[in-house]
């Protein structure tokens, strides 16, 4: 089945520094491909989800790039605040015959100091 | 207002006990999923569903139950609880693999 490696672990960051997470997923017909926020305390929340292309979405000061490719699935955070601090996950779904089980990756904890 | 509600939001339970882990969407979404969250683990996932009526094992899924008795709800059962059940448990409900969570149970098993 799909797997998915979340790099880094951990990420300490100073405020308006760029920040770069990385998914590695296995499964090459893998289709939908997400990051999500989690807050101390929260369920994740949706924060962006690209499709089957290479693709670059922007967010409020973050870029999403998919690369099919390689099978890489990277969030970069342009100029971090504190209020980004939380722990991101990546996730993959594939679209055959309806199966919509996302993988995650395992998570990133990133701090961002004032 | 909040699309994916959970209750309870803490439980203590003792080992050997029924628990019952009760989700509930107004996102007239088909899928539901539960899942765990333990430090060093990320999430797993534990039971799904396609819809009402139906339920399928997740990665996970040796001691719990699940049970959707219609679009709206999606239950998770530990019918002889273990401490190695301590955890978060997360519900969420989605489509095409995009998914809304609900805000977590910490349920503690003693």
């Known amino acids: 089945g799909e797997q998915v490696e979340q790099r880094p672990p951990h990420l300490s960051v100073r405020e308006g520094d760029s920040a770069v997470i990385i998914c590695t997923y296995t499964d090459p017909n893998s289709y939908y491909f997400f990051w999500y926020k989690q807050e101390p305390g929260a369920g994740l929340q949706l924060l962006m989800k690209?499709?089957?292309?290479?693709e670059i979405n922007e967010g409020q000061g973050f870029t999403v790039l998919l690369n099919k490719k390689d099978k890489q699935l990277s969030l970069n955070l342009t100029a971090a605040h504190p209020g980004d601090s939380a722990v991101y996950f990546c996730?993959?779904?594939?679209?055959?015959?309806?199966?919509?089980?996302?993988?995650f990756g395992k998570g990133t904890s990133l701090v961002v100091h004032p | 207002e909040a699309a994916v509600t959970q209750s309870p939001r803490n439980k203590v339970a003792v080992t050997g006990g029924k628990v019952t882990l009760s989700c509930n969407q107004t996102?007239?979404?088909?899928?539901m999923y539960w899942y765990r969250q333990d430090t060093g683990h990320g999430l797993r996932l534990i039971h799904y569903?396609?819809?009402?009526?139906?339920?399928e094992k997740g990665d996970i899924p040796d001691g719990y139950k699940a049970s959707r008795p219609s679009q709206e709800n999606f239950s998770l059962i530990l019918e002889l609880a273990t401490p190695s059940q301590t955890s978060v448990y997360f519900c969420?409900?989605?489509?095409?693999?995009?998914?809304?969570f609900g805000p977590g149970t910490r349920l503690t098993v003693l």
């Open positions: 569903s396609y819809g009402a009526g139906s339920t």
């Open positions: 690209v499709f089957s292309s290479t």
């Open positions: 969420a409900s989605g489509e095409r693999g995009e998914q809304y």
């Open positions: 996730a993959v779904s594939p679209t055959s015959g309806g199966n919509y089980k996302p993988t």
């Open positions: 996102n007239n979404h088909n899928n």
